[in-house]
């Protein structure tokens, strides 16, 4: 039986630690990094620090690992297929593993026609396929709708597609042309700026009339190739829309031939308490983009489309790693754990319990104003004051900083949010762990 408590032996980061991280910045290119935490091996959901500090992850790796760490038999996958073949080019030959997690992902992405699947390596490659997907089903459309607070990825398409924040795109221009940013209907700080108490409904009605204004206005539906969106918005915020938003959502765009984007890089493969986020809201898109929890932590990522979307010719697209033999040996293993040892399930009876905990750790400080998110995806976004709802995000900064001293590692999400997203193998006394942690966090940012 493990402690069910992170395990701090020396300051993270520790002097190992120390050296790592100032290498890293001499030899390595800026990315996302904010702590220095550098992990050396990891089990469950716990991470030991290349010092001997046993952190509890509340990030599985940016919402990848959902398995859980070193899981048994993702690992034996790994190890067997390593011995025998790692690489021999799957978009040019052919592997039985791909055609294999193809024909099961076909089967448990959403939408009811007959799919297919084109591998990649990341989410924002899967994105940009989804992309030449939709561009050559609708060669004549040049336009394409997304939603503020999206996070699609950062190369030079689906960068385009992406809002969540401005230094993600400032200087880059141009990106993509031709996508336009629509208002995502938040319950609890929707775009209209208007406070107070708004029916769901009335809240989705406002952001499908906003679509439709621009349709009568300024952007013929009729050049709109494709409408990408986050079933919960994801590093835009954790936004959780209303119920009703999706299916009048994709009523409107198939009454003008406009392809439906669903991007479940990070709410896939059960990270909701569904296997895919759409389920929630019955809804599917044309094509579906995968990756993160696809593999359990092996590169990988995935756009499933409609089969009559299929590229007319050899050549298209294509790419040289894609449904890498080892990656799609790795997405088998993942998918017969998380439906063979009921971890989906997990996610939404667990997710259910952190969800009351954060509520309740919400009750207790002010500066918590919103608690959201479906199954194991969940976040808490901190205000200065809760009647204006103004934004705390140094605060936020604080809590996350101060959490990771006492051994809990969390990521940011939006302006002034915290996500709580721990590998769906997670038990409600390791949840209650980490919310013991949390507390004493933003006890101690308050002080
Ligand atoms: C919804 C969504 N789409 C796309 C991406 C990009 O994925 P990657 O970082 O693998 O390129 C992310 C990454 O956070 C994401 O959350």
């Known amino acids: 039986m493990s402690l069910v408590k992170p395990e701090i032996r020396v300051p993270i980061p520790g002097p190992n630690a120390t050296k790592v991280v100032e290498r890293d910045h001499r030899a390595l290119f800026t990315t996302t990094k904010t702590a220095p935490i ?160 708004e029916h769901p409904a009335e809240l989705a009605n406002r952001a499908l009339d906003w679509i439709e204004t621009l349709f009568s206005t300024s952007l013929p539906p009729e050049d709109v190739a494709g409408l990408w969106f986050e079933p919960v918005q994801g590093e835009g915020g954790y936004v959780v829309p209303p119920k009703e938003f999706y299916p009048k959502l994709a009523k409107l765009a198939r009454d003008h031939g406009i392809l439906l984007v669903a991007d479940e890089v990070q709410s896939g493969f059960g990270r909701t308490g569904r296997m895919f986020a759409q389920e929630h809201f019955g809804v599917a898109g044309d094509v579906t983009c995968l990756a993160k929890g696809i593999a359990n932590g092996m590169p990988m990522g995935a756009a499933v489309a409609r089969a009559d979307l299929d590229f007319d010719k050899n050549g298209r697209h294509s790419n040289t790693y894609g449904g890498n033999v080892l990656a799609t040996t790795a997405g088998l293993a993942t998918l017969d754990v998380l439906q063979g040892e009921g971890l989906v399930e997990n996610s939404a009876r667990v997710g259910e319990h952190l969800h009351k905990r954060l509520r309740e750790l919400q009750q207790k400080r002010e500066v918590i104003g919103d608690v959201r998110g479906l199954g194991l995806m969940q976040a808490m976004e901190f205000v200065k004051d809760r009647r204006t709802k103004a934004v705390d995000p140094a605060f936020k900064d604080r809590v996350v900083d101060e959490a990771m001293k006492r051994g809990l590692a969390l990521l940011q999400c939006g302006k002034a949010g915290v996500r709580c997203i721990p590998p769906l193998c997670i038990t409600e006394a390791e949840v209650d762990a980490g919310v013991e942690v949390l507390d004493q966090a933003i006890r101690a940012a308050l002080a």
């Open 38 to 197: 550098v992990a050396a091996s990891a089990k469950g959901v716990w991470v030991t620090d290349v010092d001997g500090n046993r952190i509890l992850d509340f990030t599985s790796g940016v919402g990848v690992v959902n398995c859980g760490y070193s899981h048994p038999k993702i690992v034996k996958a790994i190890q067997d297929q390593a011995a025998k073949l790692i690489h021999f080019a799957g978009t040019d030959y052919y592997y039985d593993s791909q055609v294999d997690l193809a024909e099961r992902l076909t089967q448990i992405v959403p939408g009811p026609w007959a799919k297919k699947v084109f591998y990649t390596n990341s989410g924002t490659e899967s994105n940009e396929a989804a992309i030449k997907i939709v561009k050559a089903h609708h060669p004549d459309r040049q336009q394409f709708l997304a939603f503020q607070g999206a996070f699609h990825g950062r190369t030079m398409g689906s960068l385009a597609f992406t809002a969540s924040k401005p230094v993600q795109k400032r200087g880059f221009f141009p990106w993509m042309p031709g996508v336009t940013h629509v208002p995502f209907p938040n319950p609890y700080r929707n775009a209209w700026g208007i406070d107070g108490y």
